[in-house]
């Protein structure tokens, strides 16, 4: 498998100003709204400290109240399923579908069944999949993955979407008003809802104590999914279980404050026993978390709620875009959740990072993701997973940074070159950093040349 390279997806990304300039902004913004909502609750940070100690108790017994959530499910009349990987869980879907002769499957959107490739292996046995989250909806359209975890189109631009629904749904193309394309895509979507055989949640939070599973949404369209069709199955990955009914209050005042920066979601919805004359599935999915549960270093990736709040800080991801990544989790937790599922295809994502540590500071799980990216980093090395070019640079960097004279010297002569050399040479090529930014102005003396003049003799004295 080919390493995905986020250096050639973001220079794509980049080459459209007016994109780029949206994407960071409107991120941004979301990260200003956090801010906001942090500093209107005193007790900000004893809640994300809560959160953190309730997901390592309940990962730490994981077992366990996997073991009592399936017992008060299947209480409550849920058939529950275990899915080892995503192979299995969509050959489970398959086989609840086919054989209740389902042939169209309206879902809300789920990380996990994109995780698992669940929706080319359904239609691919003639099972159409109908995404009914607008941003969902409009990457199904144009044929592209998700590149945020909660607002999956937020790289487009309205114009864009105009396009995108104009051929696949018969819009107008000249109109990019945003009420008029969520009013076509509601138009078109209603339909296929009413007339659909099954439907699709994901799941925020699983709780063992009520055997129930919640979502959050802020269109309804989970509700519409679990509630207006005869079955309703939920994809769960393991590590979306806590203990207690009142441990998700800690949960819910964080997720919606770090994801949009706003107090909640408009629903916050509760499934824990099927309706009268209708079936409820849950499958509870592995695809990997128990062995990264083993990961002395990475295993608190396994905490993570998906509220987005670290690719939303992250200064790279805003200016590259989430499909740089190549991957369904893009931005800082997808460069330590991704490697884990396949270290080669994903090596070069942890080196898409300034290891600033802002995702850290904003995560509400407290989840060490700089710390994690830098794990990340030097495992890569280890496994003779680093490009060429890259063992190259680093290797050599390594010698300069063990010689002091052998630093002292290449430090003067990158200054001096800097100051005399023609535009033309400077920006050759293999100066990477002068691609996309200028290089910076050279000081008039190094920080040692300032420090021999003025603190040596004083340290002497």
Same mark, same amino acid.
């Given at each position: ?12 990304? @980049? ?5 780029? *300039? ?12 956090? $801010?906001?909502?942090? %500093? ?11 959160? *953190? ?5 309940? @990962? ?10 399936e ?16 192979e ?22 789920? &990380?996990?069944?994109?995780? =698992?490739?669940?929706?080319?292996? @359904? /239609?691919?046995?003639g099972?159409?999949v109908? /995404? ?11 044929g ?13 631009l ?44 994901? =799941? ?11 979502? =959050?949404?802020? /269109? ?26 009142? $441990? ?6 964080? @997720? ?13 919805s ?11 599935h ?9 062995? %990264?549960?083993? &990961?002395?270093?990475?295993? !608190? ?9 670290? &690719?939303?800080? =992250?200064?790279?991801?805003r200016? *590259? ?16 959740? $991704?490697?884990?599922? $396949?270290?080669?295809? !994903? ?23 700089? /710390?994690q990216?830098?794990?990340? %980093? ?17 290797? &050599? ?7 002091p ?39 008039? %003396?190094?920080?040692?040349q ?12």
């Open positions: 498998m080919k390493a995905v390279d986020h250096v050639a997806g973001s220079k794509k990304f @980049l080459a459209s100003e007016d994109h780029v *300039s949206f994407h960071d902004r409107r991120l941004w913004d979301l990260r200003k709204g956090r $801010d906001a909502q942090m %500093r209107a609750i005193p007790e900000w940070q004893e809640l994300r400290t809560l959160a *953190s100690q309730i997901k390592e108790h309940t @990962l730490g017994q994981l077992d366990h109240y996997l073991e009592i959530f017992r008060n499910a299947t209480a409550n009349g849920v058939k529950v399923h275990w899915a080892r990987d995503g299995e869980h969509n050959r489970i879907v398959h086989d609840i579908l086919s054989q209740r002769a389902v042939t169209r499957l309206v879902k809300s959107k789920s &990380m996990l069944t994109e995780e =698992c490739e669940m929706r080319p292996y @359904l /239609e691919a046995r099972i159409e109908v /995404e009914t989250d607008l941003g969902e909806r409009i990457q199904q359209l144009d592209e993955m998700p590149s945020h975890v909660v607002v999956p189109a937020v790289h487009k309205s114009r864009d979407v105009a396009r995108v629904f104009a051929e696949k749904l018969g819009t107008d193309p000249a109109n990019a008003d945003p009420y008029y394309l969520a009013e076509q895509q509601r138009e078109a979507t209603r339909p296929l809802i009413l007339n659909a055989g099954a439907g699709m949640t994901g =799941c925020n939070f699983a709780v063992a104590e009520t055997g129930a599973v919640v979502v =959050c949404t802020n /269109e309804g369209n989970a509700d519409l999914s679990a509630n207006v069709p005869p079955l309703h199955i939920a994809s769960i990955g393991i590590e979306k279980l806590i203990p207690r009914q009142e $441990d998700l209050g800690v949960f819910v005042r964080l @997720l919606s404050r770090s994801a949009l920066g706003s107090p909640i979601t408009q629903y916050t509760h499934f824990r026993a099927p309706r009268e004359g209708a079936e409820m849950f499958i509870l999915v592995d695809n990997g978390r128990s062995a %990264r549960l083993a &990961m002395d270093d990475f295993w !608190y990736s396994l905490k993570c709620i998906r509220c987005s709040a670290c &690719m939303n800080t =992250c200064p790279v991801y200016r *590259s875009g989430g499909i740089s990544y190549g991957a369904v989790y893009s931005g800082p937790i997808g460069a330590i959740i $991704d490697p884990t599922f $396949d270290l080669k295809k !994903y090596s070069g994502l942890p080196f898409a990072s300034t290891l600033n540590g802002s995702c850290s500071n904003v995560c509400p799980v407290r989840i060490n993701i700089h /710390e990216i830098y794990r990340w %980093r030097q495992v890569i090395a280890e496994q003779h997973q680093l490009s060429y070019a890259k063992a190259m640079a680093m290797k &050599m960097a390594g010698h300069i940074l063990k010689h004279m052998v630093y002292r010297t290449a430090s003067e002569m990158a200054g001096s070159a800097l100051k005399i050399l023609p535009r033309g040479l400077s920006y050759l090529p293999l100066n990477v950093w002068g691609r996309h930014r200028e290089n910076p102005e050279p000081p008039v %003396r190094s920080f040692r300032w420090y021999v003049e003025n603190r040596r003799q004083d340290t002497s004295e």
